[in-house]
């Protein structure tokens, strides 16, 4: 496989408004985050300011201008989820992994809590890295969390 | 239970995923014959006739808004708002997973009938599964000429895009929506003008719920006053009700509007969870009202006029096991990092009751913080831009008023 681009992957859009968004998303998903670099290239390609593409890129979650941690935990605190002991969940992913949710304290681990993904029926809804899993129990965390240390 | 479905009829039944089972269980006939048999000014007499309101929220007319674009002569678009991202809800992703044509069916005829030659189905980024299913569908119909140009050989013609967001629950909001796809930030539009009247790339636009198009086609085959006899009188049809949290068979059920939050939890969800005692139920996600034992006879209906907005319809049953200083972290959370940031009473009210709810966890909260939290509440109700600052403060309203545990 070619390694991608940032030029090849906008080359995938055409240079209309309707498509900053998904050519960020894109981006974000390809290289982890939108650089500084990035948003040059991809403001000359769009004929739009600088500060417009990162307007919109700090702007939405999906969307990452910062480099990311090697693991990134995110943990959904809404409200069914609450009910499903989310909570508990947070407190056992900080001992373990000595960190404290909300907080970077090296490149290494973040966690971080998140709203709703719509899986509500199937809480606690744990991501790791983008990959998303439901029921999880103080047991299951520990074998997931050991896949990624 | 014998009610009747409109959304969920098939599911189960049919494999979503084949164009072939939905046609055999009379899929698209709807279409046909609003394309064969009708025109649009019948199709919006008949869909207003049929009382239908929006099920994202507000509970507009969908007659009156499909009316007001179908009117206007210039480029026009239709949007179907799959952005989904109220808690505790996730009924437009089940009619995707469950039936995604009879979704497909109902933007194309929705779309016809304003005079959209261009729709977009606007869906939660979160949603990558529901997306492929969208897309696979998409193809099937284009193929058998539902969409695309000459729409089963007639002169209507059609384009169908998937635009994917990016995480962020303002998005929801019609006009942040709107700017979303046009490459901004998503934060809400001053109203007027409407989407109605200046809305995608400046034109006319109609933004209906997901849940509100699958009605479309029933309503077309049968008619307007069938449906209307069907549940409340100012807010006729059926619903997707989601019942999660204590209740014995938490699960998704349709059932006609104006039905009691009792009944539903009762007769549909197997009542209270055994060995848990009942304390008050949320409904309609974060923006919800609790609800305590002696409420549960409100009936579910849309509109300013009703007991109980029913919202997105979801439903959470809390019992007493569960702990508040939780719940209200969970929700202050929530708007504290949904709120998007362009007004101050609306970042700094919902970034202070955060704050406040964590000191109510760790036992720490001041008599200072008591009296603050009636100025933030007020605030949030009476100066914020949009609704998501309205209704950041209703949970926690109701639990300072309702369950007097502050
Ligand atoms: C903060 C906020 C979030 C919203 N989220 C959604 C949503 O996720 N889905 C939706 O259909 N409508 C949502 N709405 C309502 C839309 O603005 C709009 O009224 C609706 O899509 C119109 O469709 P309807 O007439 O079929 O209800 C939201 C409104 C607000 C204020
Ligand atoms: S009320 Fe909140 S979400 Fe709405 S515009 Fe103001 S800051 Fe944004
Ligand atoms: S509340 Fe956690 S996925 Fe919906």
Redo the contacts with the bound molecule.
Sequence with gaps: MIKKTIQNIILEFEPEAKNILPALKKISAVFGYVSEEDAKIMAEYFGVSESKIFETASFYDEIKTEKQPDILVQICNSANCTVNNSFSIISEVENLLKIKSGRSVSLKFKLEEISCLGRCADGPVMVVNGKIYERVTKSSLHSILEEYL | MKDIKIITEHWGKINPLKIEDYINAGGYTALEKFVFKMNPEKAIEEIKNSGLR?????G?S?GD?LGMVANQKEKKYFIC?L????PGTYKDRLIVDNNPHLLLEGIIISALIVGAQKAYIYINGNYEKQKEILEKALAQSREKKYWGENILGSAYNLEIEIFSGAGA??C???TALINSIEGNRGEPKIRPPFPTEMGLFGKPTV????E?IANIPWIISNGGKKYSAIGSKNSPGTKIFLLNGAVEKPGTYEAPTGITVKKLIDEYAGGIKRGKEFWFVQIGGACGKLLLEKELKAKMEFGKECECPLGSGSILVVDKGVNIYDLLISWTDFFRRESCGKCVPCREGTFRLWEIAKRFRDGEISARDKEAIQDILWTLDNTTF???GKFAGTAFRDVVEKLKIL
């Design positions: 929006g099920r994202g929220g507000a507009f969908t808004k708002n952005e989904e991202s109220e629950y303002i929801g909001e019609e933004v209906d719920n997901a509100t949009c609704p998501l």
